[in-house]
């Protein structure tokens, strides 16, 4: 069982930056894959990035790349979501995900363990 708890979230304008955290507990942290999704209002939750076990592989959906940076401290069982460049289409709920594994994941049915997720709202 893996319990995920994610922070972070807030109210920023157009161009700013945030930083999401998603503490875990209750798993070997360093051989759980860690991804992130959205979930915009009225719209499905989607994939934004992922990450393997050990930090070396990450992935992103195309419309964050070169804007959003996953990343992962298994010394301190957390997962982050660096986001920069914030646009008012990524206001969303933002969720961690997690699941055993030692590669990358990009689907939802891939995960196993979810948070309970965190508002993100980028004003124009």
């Known amino acids: 069982q893996v319990q995920l708890v994610e922070s972070g979230g807030g109210l920023v304008q157009a161009g700013g930056s945030l930083r999401l955290s998603c503490a875990a507990s209750?798993?070997?942290?360093?051989?759980?894959?860690m991804g992130w999704f959205r979930q915009a209002p009225g719209k499905g939750r989607e994939f934004v990035a992922a990450?393997?076990?050990?930090?070396?592989?990450?992935y992103y959906v195309d419309s964050v790349k070169g804007r959003f940076t996953i990343s992962r401290d298994n010394a301190k069982n957390t997962v982050y979501l660096q986001m920069n460049s914030l646009k008012p289409e990524d206001t969303a709920v933002y969720y961690c995900?997690?699941?055993?594994?030692?590669?990358?994941?990009?689907?939802?049915?891939?995960?196993?363990?979810w948070g309970q997720g965190t508002q993100v709202t980028v004003s124009s």
């Open positions: 995900a997690a699941r055993s594994g030692t590669y990358y994941y990009k689907e939802i049915n891939d995960y196993t363990y």
């Open positions: 209750g798993r070997t942290f360093s051989s759980t894959a």
């Open positions: 990450i393997n076990w050990g930090g070396s592989v990450t």
